[in-house]
């Protein structure tokens, strides 16, 4: 039995203070973790609105502790069994793509965690963005696929994008008070993942249950799997193309195991800052929630009495060929970085079923991205069915699958 969710009772003056909350993809996590800030802060943030894929008893739980005004299942199947459970208490429930939208977009809303998984989470992104919402983005994928689209709606309305992921965090905290063309570039940094020290002619034969053990951060099935290809840092270095507006030469990664330093920036006058911290998804996730301030927070601190040595080393590009496959779709602009993500998260879901090799990710997504032809300045439609044809690209390899 889970027990329900008081809200604490604030004063007026308080009450103007605390941010309302929709966490997207609460059930994840990303989506976890955050509602643990919202714990450790319940006088400063409220949650409004939470969404799930298809965990429809985790969603049901998190509403009876949090009392949101909606939640959203992705599952129509199971909008029933969140309905018997939630429309009793006064919630309302939503569903599909559409419901993420009108979470994204609800009215008592303030900041909105864009914390879905891939493709799936761009049309809530953008819906938050044009209802002139603060979005904290862990959805990387949304700014690979649609970099240009978001960066344009920032431009037009009064939303803001604040980001979530830990290195774009950690540049984001070394710009506070630095002008803003001090920067000469940047450096992301990456742990390396499970198999930086293997050798590369055994990598034909990493399991799953192999790639999914990742060395320092606990994370959903898809990013963990990214980061052993090292696609994440590929999809990082989109990421930070559009959020710092830097261009992708100047923008480099170096392979750092202990996941300490969070990444760099170099500015014109030869100085270096980076972001130092415990691999701790919590404080990224506050740091979005409160900047401009810094709340007070009893998270585990980096131990000075510890030795402590920061060792970097440049990544192996030869066996990692995902981080130049990024850095060409970047290049080469328009839908390209679209094809490139679409391909990674298809034949990600294929390794996770187990249906191709580890060695067969890279090689898929180096054919769609040779196959499909990059096109200029897409509109939302194209990004559409760009993404479909590059699935489609991946799936016509595996002759078991009719596609
Ligand atoms: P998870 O897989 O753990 O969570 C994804 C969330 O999205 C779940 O709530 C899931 O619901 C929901 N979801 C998935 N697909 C759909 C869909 N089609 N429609 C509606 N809801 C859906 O992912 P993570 O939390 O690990 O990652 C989230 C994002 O944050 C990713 O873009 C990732 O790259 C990024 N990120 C994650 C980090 C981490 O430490 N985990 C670090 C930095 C960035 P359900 O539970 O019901 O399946
Ligand atoms: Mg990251």
């Given at each position: 039995m889970h027990s329900t969710h008081t809200r604490p009772a604030r004063s007026p003056d308080q009450e103007a203070d605390v941010q309302r909350?929709?966490?997207?993809?609460s059930t994840g996590s990303i989506g976890a973790q955050t509602l643990d800030v919202v714990r450790l802060f319940p006088n400063r943030l409220d949650v409004r609105a939470l969404t799930?894929?298809?965990?429809?008893?985790?969603?049901?739980?998190?509403?009876?502790?949090?009392?949101?005004?909606?939640?959203?299942?992705?599952?129509?199947?199971?909008?029933?069994?969140?309905?018997?459970?939630?429309?009793?208490?006064?919630?309302?429930?939503?569903?599909?793509?559409?419901g993420l939208c009108e979470a994204a977009a609800l009215d008592e809303t303030d900041t909105v965690v864009a914390a879905l998984v891939g493709f799936a989470g761009l049309e809530s992104v953008l819906a938050a963005l044009r209802a002139g919402k603060k979005v904290a983005l862990a959805n990387k994928e949304t700014l690979v696929v649609a970099g240009r689209l978001v960066t344009s709606l920032l431009q037009d309305d009064q939303g803001m994008l604040l980001p979530v992921d830990s290195e774009h965090s950690a540049i984001f905290q070394c710009l506070a008070g630095e002008p803003e063309r001090s920067v000469e570039s940047l450096a992301l940094t990456a742990s390396g993942g499970p198999f930086r020290t293997r050798p590369a002619e055994t990598f034909g034969?990493?399991?799953?249950?192999?790639?999914?053990?990742?060395?320092?951060?606990?994370?959903?099935?898809?990013?963990?799997?990214?980061?052993?290809?090292?696609?994440?840092?590929?999809?990082?270095?989109?990421e930070a193309h559009w959020l710092f507006d830097m261009p992708p030469e100047r923008i480099a990664v170096l392979t750092h195991p202990q996941s300490i330093v969070h990444s760099?920036?170099?500015?014109?006058?030869?100085?270096?800052?980076?972001?130092?911290?415990?691999?701790?998804?919590?404080?990224?996730?506050?740091y979005a929630l409160s900047y401009p301030e810094r709340w007070a927070a009893p998270r585990e601190r980096l131990d000075w009495s510890d030795v402590m040595h920061l060792h970097f080393e440049p990544p192996d590009r030869a066996?990692?060929?995902?981080?130049?496959?990024?850095?060409?779709?970047?290049?080469?602009?328009?839908t390209a970085p679209a094809v490139l993500n679409a391909a990674n998260e298809q034949a990600v879901a294929l390794f996770l079923e187990e249906k191709?090799?580890?060695?067969?990710?890279?090689?898929?997504?180096?054919?769609?991205?040779?196959?499909?032809?990059?096109?200029?300045?897409?509109?939302?439609?194209d990004l559409v069915a760009c993404d479909a044809e590059a699935r489609r690209a991946v799936l016509k390899h595996i002759p078991s699958i009719p596609v």
């Amino acid at each position: 039995m889970h027990s329900t969710h008081t809200r604490p009772a604030r004063s007026p003056d308080q009450e103007a203070d605390v941010q309302r909350l929709s966490i997207l993809g609460s059930t994840g996590s990303i989506g976890a973790q955050t509602l643990d800030v919202v714990r450790l802060f319940p006088n400063r943030l409220d949650v409004r609105a939470l969404t799930a894929g298809s965990n429809a008893e985790l969603l049901i739980a998190q509403a009876r502790e949090f009392s949101p005004a909606c939640v959203v299942i992705g599952d129509a199947r199971r909008r029933k069994q969140v309905e018997e459970a939630l429309c009793p208490l006064g919630v309302r429930v939503l569903t599909g793509q559409e419901g993420l939208c009108e979470a994204a977009a609800l009215d008592e809303t303030d900041t909105v965690v864009a914390a879905l998984v891939g493709f799936a989470g761009l049309e809530s992104v953008l819906a938050a963005l044009r209802a002139g919402k603060k979005v904290a983005l862990a959805n990387k994928e949304t700014l690979v696929v649609a970099g240009r689209l978001v960066t344009s709606l920032l431009q037009d309305d009064q939303g803001m994008l604040l980001p979530v992921d830990s290195e774009h965090s950690a540049i984001f905290q070394c710009l506070a008070g630095e002008p803003e063309r001090s920067v000469e570039s940047l450096a992301l940094t990456a742990s390396g993942g499970p198999f930086r020290t293997r050798p590369a002619e055994t990598f034909g034969t990493i399991s799953k249950a192999e790639a999914l053990a990742h060395p320092n951060w606990s994370m959903g099935a898809k990013i963990t799997i990214d980061s052993a290809t090292m696609m994440n840092k590929g999809l990082e270095v989109v990421e930070a193309h559009w959020l710092f507006d830097m261009p992708p030469e100047r923008i480099a990664v170096l392979t750092h195991p202990q996941s300490i330093v969070h990444s760099l920036v170099v500015f014109e006058d030869g100085s270096v800052k980076a972001q130092l911290g415990l691999p701790d998804m919590g404080l990224p996730i506050q740091y979005a929630l409160s900047y401009p301030e810094r709340w007070a927070a009893p998270r585990e601190r980096l131990d000075w009495s510890d030795v402590m040595h920061l060792h970097f080393e440049p990544p192996d590009r030869a066996k990692f060929p995902c981080l130049d496959l990024a850095y060409e779709a970047l290049a080469a602009g328009g839908t390209a970085p679209a094809v490139l993500n679409a391909a990674n998260e298809q034949a990600v879901a294929l390794f996770l079923e187990e249906k191709i090799r580890f060695t067969d990710i890279s090689d898929l997504i180096g054919e769609a991205l040779g196959r499909i032809p990059a096109q200029a300045d897409p509109s939302l439609e194209d990004l559409v069915a760009c993404d479909a044809e590059a699935r489609r690209a991946v799936l016509k390899h595996i002759p078991s699958i009719p596609v």
